[in-house]
Structures are given as C-alpha cells and as structure tokens.
C-alpha cells in the first residue's frame, strides 16, 4: 500500500524559506513519478513541481521558477520542495502525490495521480 507523509510546513514571513519533505513506503521509489500540489481556500488544486520516473523535473513556471526546487533521496524514498523567496501568495496546503510510471511534464490534472499525501499548510505572511 502507497503512503505519503509530508512534513515540513509551516508559518514564515516574506521572503523567507521552507523544506518539505514527502516520506514514500509502499512503492519502488525509483519507478514513480512524484509531483507537489498546492490548494489555497476556494482554489483548484495546482502542481508546483515534479519529477517524472525517469528523472526529469518539472515546474509551474508561472508561479514558482526560480523560487522552488524538487529533489529526490533514493535512499530515503523521500521527494523535497526547497521554497525560496516566499510570498504571501504561495500560502496554501501543499501536497505530494505518486503515479507509478508517472511522466509529470505536461501532467497538471491532478487527476493523473493515484496516490496523495494529507498535505501540510505552508502560511507565508506579509
């Protein structure tokens, strides 16, 4: 069985910077493409980043280039987000989420994802 623990969030002022991090037991790590999501209240829930099974990396280009960076521990089946530069506006639960075999790039319906973490808040203040 899949499980994703997420961990990490928190409450930071603009401007500051956040690691989180996604656990994964239940799978071959190296076989899964995994992605962040973000929700904020009364939005749809988005990507922010991925990394497809193969390697390669993804970014919601609008919001976050430069800012954020996925990265991966095999030995630790873990998948981390490095926020940088945060903004109010990236306030919201942020979530991981897997797909065996997934190709993240281009993939921005959550839909194309099977298994989800609970999702940790991040809270950006002003």
């Known amino acids: 069985q899949v499980q994703l623990v997420e961990s990490g969030g928190g409450l930071v002022q603009a401007g500051g910077s956040l690691r989180l991090a996604c656990a994964a037991s239940g799978i071959t790590f190296r076989n899964y493409g995994l992605a962040w999501f973000r929700q904020a209240p009364g939005q749809e829930r988005e990507i922010v980043a991925g990394?497809?099974?193969?390697?390669?990396?993804?970014y919601n280009t609008d919001s976050v280039k430069g800012r954020f960076t996925i990265s991966t521990n095999i030995v630790k089946n873990t998948v981390y987000l490095q926020m940088n530069s945060l903004k109010p506006e990236d306030t919201a639960v942020y979530y991981c989420?897997?797909?065996?075999?997934?190709?993240?790039?281009?993939?921005?319906?959550?839909?194309?994802?099977?298994?989800w973490g609970q999702g940790t808040q991040v809270t950006v203040s002003s």
């Open positions: 989420a897997a797909r065996r075999w997934g190709v993240v790039t281009g993939a921005t319906n959550p839909d194309y994802f099977d298994s």
């Open positions: 990394v497809s099974w193969t390697g390669t990396t993804t």
